[in-house]
């Protein structure tokens, strides 16, 4: 009889710091709500008014930068690897076919959901989608380095 | 040129978006990486995935990824070899 696979560690939200190096407000990951090391991770980012971005971006029509979603997919990748980073960075080295649908505003909460798509030499490559109440916001493929 | 080695320069070039490019462009003893077509990291890492997508050949390591990838002949032998029944 095979033995069970080990379970896989829960991360609450406080555990994050510990597995990324990026801090506030750079920080874009705030739950970790599934993780299946290699195969799949789902996060969550609650977009906030007070994050000094959306101050000036627009002003008086605050949206999340396009590419801060992207940022939220490749931290959310962080989460993919069974042996965690343990704060080292993971370097973006290209996107691919990065699609905004919609914008996503202060009070979404956002759904980052990231799977592997393979690897080679060092690289990965990761498709990503970033969704809120089931409607699709952005989906992307990137290419990410452990330093 | 045999027809392994086509769809191979097919694969190449629809994997790497080389717009305009030819099969009968690329030269079959060029070297992928560094002179010849001047692919990077990236592209070696398309290549992979798009090798296992076409042809169901997997290149495990870097080692068979430098054997596989000196030339288009090279990456050609490496596919025969891995697919024989």
């Known amino acids: 009889m095979t033995p069970a696979p080990a379970p896989v560690p829960?991360?609450?939200?406080?555990?994050?710091?510990?597995?990324?190096p990026h801090r506030y407000p750079f920080l874009l990951v705030d739950r970790i709500l599934e993780r299946e090391p290699g195969v799949r991770v789902v996060a969550e980012k609650l977009v906030t008014n007070g994050e000094p971005h959306l101050q000036g971006h627009f002003e008086g029509r605050p949206?999340?930068?396009?590419?801060?979603?992207?940022?939220?997919?490749?931290?959310?990748?962080?989460?993919?690897?069974?042996?965690?980073?343990?704060?080292?960075?993971?370097?973006?080295?290209?996107?691919?076919?990065?699609?905004?649908?919609?914008?996503?505003?202060?009070?979404?909460?956002?759904?980052l959901e990231v799977t592997p798509e393979g690897a080679f030499a060092g690289l990965m490559k990761?498709?990503?989608?970033?969704?809120?109440?089931?409607r699709e916001l952005c989906t992307a493929h990137l290419l990410v380095k452990r330093l | 040129m045999s027809d392994l080695k086509l769809r191979v320069k097919e694969m190449i070039i629809e994997r790497l978006k080389l717009e305009g490019m030819t099969p009968d462009q690329i030269e079959d003893q060029a070297p992928l990486f560094g002179e010849g077509l001047g692919l990077d990291s990236i592209d070696a890492l398309e290549l992979v995935l798009g090798i296992?997508?076409?042809?169901?050949?997997?290149?495990?390591?870097?080692?068979?990824?430098?054997?596989?990838?000196?030339s288009v002949q090279a990456l050609t032998d490496f596919i025969a070899e891995h697919t024989k029944a």
């Open chain 1, 10 to 20: 829960v991360i609450v939200p406080t555990d994050i710091p510990a597995h990324l």
């Open chain 1, 126 to 134: 990761l498709k990503g989608t970033v969704s809120c109440e089931g």
């Open chain 1, 63 to 111: 949206l999340v930068p396009g590419v801060l979603l992207l940022e939220m997919l490749a931290q959310a990748g962080g989460f993919l690897e069974a042996e965690s980073l343990h704060g080292a960075a993971i370097f973006l080295a290209g996107v691919q076919d990065a699609r905004f649908r919609t914008p996503a505003f202060p009070g979404d909460r956002l759904r």
């Open chain 2, 52 to 70: 296992e997508q076409v042809f169901g050949v997997k290149i495990e390591d870097e080692a068979a990824g430098m054997k596989a990838f000196k």
